[in-house]
């Protein structure tokens, strides 16, 4: 089983996580920040992806710091349970509506880390939490997890739908991808024998 836990700490967040990239989508989620667990739960469930939280975070101040440092530790925890990636389909993609939004997620799970973020929102603020922070998210998840991640809403006019059609995408393209290929079992999917962080 493909199993890691992290634990976090800095003087403005505490976070624990643990993975099970071969779960059933079991999550146990708790940040402080109500609509950034609803999407975490979404990754976890959609994903398959057994997944559990806990941050106690500077909230006092905002949810900058919890938001991109769940990310990071999600993404540590992520990359650990990948090990060397022996067997992993490597790519994946999707296309998930929400009602009238519309969202593209392609990952490439290359150990290269980069994002490509064209999400646009019209407001602000998504209850409290600002929407700014979901591209820091997305960010600081990539740059742990060792994924390249392409996102893209196609259309769409609430923000509430883009940014968790976004989210379901990321959880369907990333359980496509780290999916063990019976034909390749054992193999690193790479001309190179190694998936590392050198071009």
């Not at 402080?32 to 999407?39: N, V």
């Not at 469930?45 to 999600?74: P, Q, W």
């Not at 960010?139 to 609430?158: I, R, W």
């Amino acid at each position: 089983m493909r199993q890691a836990r992290i634990e976090r700490k800095t003087k403005e967040t505490e976070i624990s996580v643990s993975v099970n990239l071969d779960g059933t989508g079991k999550y146990n989620v708790s940040t402080g920040i109500g609509f950034l667990d609803h999407m975490l739960e979404q990754l976890s469930r959609h994903s398959l992806m057994d997944l559990e939280v806990k941050a106690k975070g500077d909230l006092h101040i905002d949810f900058h710091h919890t938001t991109e440092d769940s990310g990071i530790a999600i993404g540590e925890a992520v990359n650990k349970a990948l090990g060397d990636r022996k067997g992993i389909t490597r790519f994946g993609s999707a296309l998930v509506p929400l009602d009238e939004a519309l969202s593209q997620v392609v990952v490439d799970c290359s150990n290269r880390p980069y994002l490509v973020w064209k999400v646009n929102f019209t407001r602000p603020k998504l209850g409290d939490m600002d929407t700014e922070l979901f591209k820091e998210w997305f960010q600081a998840f990539a740059q742990a997890a060792g994924l390249t991640l392409h996102v893209e809403t196609l259309y769409g006019d609430n923000n509430h739908h883009i940014v968790e059609s976004a989210y379901k995408g990321l959880a369907r393209a990333f359980r496509t991808a780290i999916t063990l290929d019976d034909r390749a079992l054992g193999v690193v999917p790479s001309t190179k024998g190694v998936l590392s962080s050198q071009p």
